[in-house]
């Protein structure tokens, strides 16, 4: 699993996967000032009222930091979809098998890379974003004390926490799209699909149901770091969501396992 | 590809099955995809040391059988053995194999040092490895170079160079002089050869009946999925050719005729000659009988047929 890790990582220099990272870090980036500059701007409105609330409180920073919390879920599931697909859809997968034949250590090497690369850009995206909310603060003569205090940095950490259990979950769900649609093009699209039609429609109608849904789940998670009323908290409570969100990653590994081991490959 | 000195010279095929083992043996083995039968039955051995030739039309399951044995797909029925380890696991004889399937599949936007390198990681084998294969296949002043900007010659020599990584025992090339100009081809034979020279088996998958011819010791055709063929190139050259009779008298050409007509061949004349579509060892009985039936002043000349005719023969389900 290693070696497949270490090979992984070299493919990591690609520029379609460096340039997903880099529109993480951007986009996050420019949401989190966009809304720092609409609260200090003085607009109002129902849906800033929760975020001008938090907003001078240790949760502050990661309150509008956490706006872009969905793009960079769509990212990371985008980024994971297609670069496992991608493996069939350029035919690679049969030189990468022929060198190693063990499929389930090939996969595991493969999502080690994937994820960690995932969570360095998270990484890079909560700090940069971070210091950019910091120095605009201080430019603009806004009180950044609550944010840097020692709750402040709590906040931060299990709000770090808790957005990497989102990703890797959702990297785990990008997984099996992958292995089972076996093509960038229709892992993109099914990804993309799932995340607006069963997880968006759905759940406008059918809320009670809804908060099982995979990417829901996840989303509870980093949601319960920050004021109830910015959210989404978990309704079925913190130590359940957490609970469920586990089983789900499990039975999205253990689908992937089965299929990929049995798979013909005819890329 | 660096060519040897002697390239020029036709070089005798190496004695088939030099240590008696076999590198790829195949029972009964099948593949099928719905109701489509792409490998069906298939009965081959491939004796270790040699270049056995893969042949048959498209669509005849060459492919299929190559990613069955690289453990790709997983067979319908049948069982198979490649250097002495069992289909069923990949993993105990994969590290000895190096494979190009199909047109050779890179990561377009890394070079192909980097390309190889992903591999060599993967397969446990040392970075120096990389740079003497790009040197090998003459790919090194490229290796720069994103694999999207190489032309189809240089990605087909890249593929062979990935084959190449693991010092494998055994290779498993699938068209591998596709796109390659006729230096290039002749550069491949030249490597394949001292290839061969070096112990190894390779087991060659081409559409080139006239490079098989030139290389291989071994045949296997194949036609819907089923083996037309299976064992030394050489038996199957000599099965069936042409005897050429040449006589100074008509009669005794007549007498020739009768004697080959009579065992069910096919006499054409041919400007006072006669050309015998048969198996080449028929000549010796021809010419037994000729002389018990008083045509003692008669030639007999045997031309072999090419690889080419006997494909098409066995195709049209001659089997003589």
């Known amino acids: 699993m290693i070696r497949a890790f270490r090979s992984e990582l070299l493919k990591l220099r690609r520029w379609s996967v460096l340039a997903g990272g880099a529109v993480m870090i951007a986009a996050t980036a420019f949401i989190a000032y966009l809304t720092f500059h609409q609260i200090t701007s003085g607009a109002t409105g129902p849906e800033l009222t929760p975020l001008i609330q938090a907003f001078p409180t240790p949760q502050g920073l990661i309150t509008v930091v956490g706006q872009a919390r969905s793009l960079i879920i769509v990212i990371a599931l985008i980024m994971v979809t297609s670069n496992i697909a991608a493996e069939w859809s350029q035919g690679t997968l049969r030189n990468l098998l022929v060198r190693e034949p063990g499929r389930l250590r090939l996969l595991a090497g493969k999502m080690l890379a994937l994820v960690l690369f995932v969570v360095i850009s998270l990484a890079l995206t909560l700090a940069i974003s971070a210091a950019l909310l910091l120095v605009a603060a201080q430019a603009q003569g806004s009180s950044t004390a609550a944010w840097t205090s020692s709750e402040g940095m709590r906040a931060l950490l299990a709000f770090f926490g808790n957005e990497v259990l989102c990703l890797l979950g959702i990297s785990l769900l990008g997984m099996l799209i992958a292995v089972l649609t076996r093509s960038v093009g229709a892992a993109v699209g099914v990804a993309l699909a799932y995340v607006l039609v069963p997880e968006g429609v759905i759940a406008m109608v059918w809320q009670e149901g809804s908060k099982w849904f995979p990417v829901r789940v996840f989303n509870f998670l980093p949601g319960s770091t920050v004021p109830p009323a910015v959210g989404p908290p978990p309704p079925q409570g913190y130590p359940t969501a957490l609970l469920v969100a586990l089983l789900w990653m499990a039975s999205f590994v253990v689908v992937s396992a089965v299929v990929f081991q049995r798979q013909d490959v005819n890329a | ?320």
């Not at chain 2, 010092?167 to 290839?195: F, H, K, S, T, V």
């Open chain 2, 1 to 320: 590809m660096t060519p040897s000195p002697d390239i020029s010279q036709p070089e005798q095929a190496a004695p088939v099955s030099p240590s008696g083992t076999l590198a790829i043996e195949t029972q009964s083995l099948s593949k099928h995809f719905g109701r489509r039968k792409a490998v069906d039955g298939l009965t081959i051995s491939i004796p270790a040391g040699t270049i056995a030739g893969f042949v048959g039309p498209n669509g005849a399951g060459k492919t299929t059988t190559i990613r069955l044995l690289l453990g790709l797909l997983r067979p319908t029925e049948g069982s198979a053995t490649i250097l002495g380890q069992p289909l069923t696991h990949p993993e105990r004889y994969l590290p000895r194999v190096g494979a190009l399937v199909e047109a050779p599949a890179f990561y377009p936007s890394l070079s192909g040092r980097t390309n190889l390198e992903v591999l060599a990681h993967l397969g446990g084998h040392p970075r120096s490895r990389v740079g003497q294969l790009l040197e090998l296949v003459e790919l090194s002043d490229r290796a720069k170079d994103p694999v999207r900007k190489y032309s189809q010659g240089m990605k087909q020599r890249l593929g062979v160079a990935m084959a190449l990584l693991p010092d494998p025992d055994l290779l498993i090339l699938d068209e591998p002089a596709n796109g390659l100009d006729p230096l290039g081809i002749i550069q491949m034979r030249d490597l394949l050869r001292r290839l061969r020279e070096q112990g190894k088996t390779i087991f060659l998958s081409s559409h080139l009946l006239g490079e098989l011819e030139q290389v291989t010791d071994w045949l296997v055709m194949l036609n819907l999925g089923k083996a037309l063929f299976s064992g030394p190139a050489r038996e199957l050259l000599d099965r069936r050719g042409e005897l050429v009779v040449e006589a100074e008298e008509a009669t005794q050409l007549d007498l020739v005729t009768r004697i080959a007509t009579e065992a069910g061949y096919t006499v054409t004349p041919d400007n006072g000659s006669l050309r015998i579509a048969c198996p080449l060892d028929f000549a010796s009985e021809l010419n037994r009988q000729a002389r018990e039936a008083g045509a003692t002043r008669i030639a007999i000349q045997a031309q072999e047929a090419s690889l080419e005719e006997r494909f098409l023969a066995l195709l049209k389900g001659d089997h003589a």
